[in-house]
């Protein structure tokens, strides 16, 4: 195989057979197949696409790139989670130890930031100490006294993505169906799971912008599941204004660490109880959803979710006290109001741009090599439907020394992602659809 033959023929709209996307992933993990070439042939699938048999072809190439768990002799379903990508998305931060405590075993293989939304694994390194690369031995270990564990795609696991995912962020091939099923997915199969939530986002603010691409995503995920004997729930979920108050790694675990004591920001927690309540009823321990979303209530209510997340840092060699107290989380530099410039009310906030903005305070990364400022970010004091008196704090900076963009350059960026107006917005749904 000459990988810039895959790539013409890739580029001209022809279909790929299994074995030649099956060498080319391999050469690609293996370091065969440079980085130009692979960016070369994202960018032919990002234009042209690919049929549901190259994509479910390029998945299982993914998958077994790497080792596939078997948790079987780990007693109890194992149910995990995962987002297409959103803006101050940190649902997974509260929803593990949710579902843990409420007594499903939650295997959870996440990722880095990607384009303009944040990733799971930046967020948890905001926690002094925690790791996200741990040999699978230990995995196996800390999902079966703890009951979930949260790392990152590694040398055995899912080596292609791992690989891929970092390429694809920094060369504008991220919003693709067969990239983004084949990332996801054989991350997910790889996991050793029973069955899998998934979280679709959709709007200005997601990687599908409309609803129908949302569902056709949504839709593909759960086929290639569900041909591999897992039961898949997707939800449609809006992503046009950012999730929750905060953007940035350290504010978004504290934030996270809020919900699990019984507050947060509405948007959040009613995401979160939805997506575990979901788990809860996938591993088949709640007969509906009413009592699904009663022990995912009990779970916060009674401190136990909040427990059981101090015991997943600690086994992940992070420190707990910075979860009992997050003023021990990486604090920024320096913070800077960005204030209304008329009065009215706030009928949008564009969630790309404040995440291309936290991204460029520090928080994501515009190059593969690129190292995150974990207390880096945005603090929304307004949210669609509020109202703003002139010179009223929109939102807050939070800035390291050493970002990409002057804080002046951001601000001003930020005060654009408001729109103000004299009109009420709509009122917009959270959970949209629900695919099962
Ligand atoms: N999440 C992933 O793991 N991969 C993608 O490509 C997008 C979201």
Known sequence: MRAQDLIQQKRDGEELEPEQLAALVDGYTCGEVPDYQMAAFCMAVFFRGMSDAETAALTRAML?????????DIPGVKVDKHSTGGVGDKVSLALAPIAAACGVKVPMISGRGLGHTGGTLDKLEAIPGFQVRLPVERFREILASVGACLIGQ?????????????????????E????????????????????????????KGAFMRKTEDARKLAHTLAGIGRATGKKVVALLTAMDEPLGRTIGNALEVAEAVEVLRG??????????????????????????HPEARRMVLGAIADGSA???LEEIVAAQGGDPAAIRDPERLPRAASTRVVAAPRPGLVQAVDARA???????????RSRVEDPVDPS???????????????????CVLHCGSAGAASPDE??????DAFRIGTVPAEPRRLVLERIA
């Open 354 to 364: 404040l995440g291309i903005a936290a991204m460029t305070l520090g928080a994501g």
């Open 176 to 203: 693709s169906i067969p990239l983004i099923a084949g990332s996801i997915m054989s991350k997910k199969l790889a996991e050793g799971i029973d069955a899998l939530v998934l979280d679709v986002k959709v709007g």
């Open 263 to 288: 507050g947060g920001p509405d948007d959040l927690r009613e995401l979160t109880v939805a997506l575990t309540a979901e788990m809860v009823l996938a591993a088949g321990l709640a007969g509906g």
């Open 306 to 308: 909040l427990a059981k």
């Open 154 to 174: 590694t040398e055995r696991i899912d080596p292609a993505d791992r690989k891929l995912y970092a390429l694809r962020d920094v060369t504008a091939t991220v």
């Open 64 to 72: 077994y790139s790497g080792e596939v768990l078997d948790l079987s």
């Open 410 to 415: 951001v601000a001003g960026r930020v005060r």
């Open 376 to 394: 880096v970010g945005i603090v929304l004091q307004k949210k669609t439907g509020d109202y703003v008196e002139e010179g009223e704090p929109l």
